[in-house]
């Protein structure tokens, strides 16, 4: 059996931040949902960013479409030309918090906060990666 990620969500309180964040400085491509927005990040895969009317310091979120408890940790994005994003995203003036380096996966790697400070993970596999030698280990 082959499990792909369709799609992730993400509570966020302006998704128009979040899609300028995501689309604009990122790259992706964004479609515009009722409850917010959906970013693609290649075929069949997505990233949902749904409006969340959570209150500041409440643990559960409240979305459109339901009520979760909070516990997210982080979204990591497998890119190609990592110097290149790490590039784009200094020249909107994005602050990192991490420069490129190479994790211990012997990926390299760079992170960022999205506007609702969401830790975001930028990575480049390499050829012999965890990731990458696994089975269905494709590229980006």
Known sequence: MTVKLESASLAVRDPAASARFYGEILGLEIREEADGVRLI???????????????????????????????????????????????????????????????????????VRDPDGYPVELMQMSDESLQRTSKGGERP
């Open 41 to 111: 990040l290649g075929p069949g895969q997505s990233l949902r960013l749904i409006r969340c009317m959570a209150e500041p310091g409440e643990t559960l979120l409240r979305t459109a479409v339901g009520v979760y408890p909070k516990g997210f940790h982080h979204v990591c994005l497998a890119v190609e030309e990592i110097e290149a994003l790490r590039d784009r995203v200094c020249g909107f003036g994005w602050p990192l918090e991490r420069d490129v380096l190479q994790g211990t996966d012997g990926n390299l790697q760079f992170w």
